[in-house]
């Protein structure tokens, strides 16, 4: 099991359900800026662009200036990393979750024999 340096400020970023659904949306729609977000999520523009802040200061999604709005696509080395530490977090626990179940499986034996 290879071990991958998680990075806090990336998964307090991807921690919240809405930042989620935008990287979703962005992903699905190829970008978008924080008008076209709002209009399919159930938040503000200012609450989207606030989102889209942290989103961009962590890495996730990298802004440019389409006309008087930015536009925001998903950087996918990024989101990359992010899956790669859930892998390596999930494997973590994985490891953790048999071992007890292995003590606990040996303690059960030694109650019935």
Known sequence: MSRVAIDDDLWSAVGDPTRRRMLDLLLADGGGTAT?????????????????????????????????????????????????????????WDARLNRIKRIAERIQRSQDG
């Open 36 to 92: 076209t977000l709002s209009d399919r999520l159930p938040v503000t523009r200012q609450a989207v662009a606030k989102h889209l802040s942290v989103l961009d200061r962590v890495g996730l999604v990298h802004g440019s200036l389409a006309g008087r709005e930015r536009r925001y696509e998903v950087d996918e080395t990024q989101l990359g990393r992010a899956v790669d530490q859930l892998a390596s977090v999930g494997a973590t």
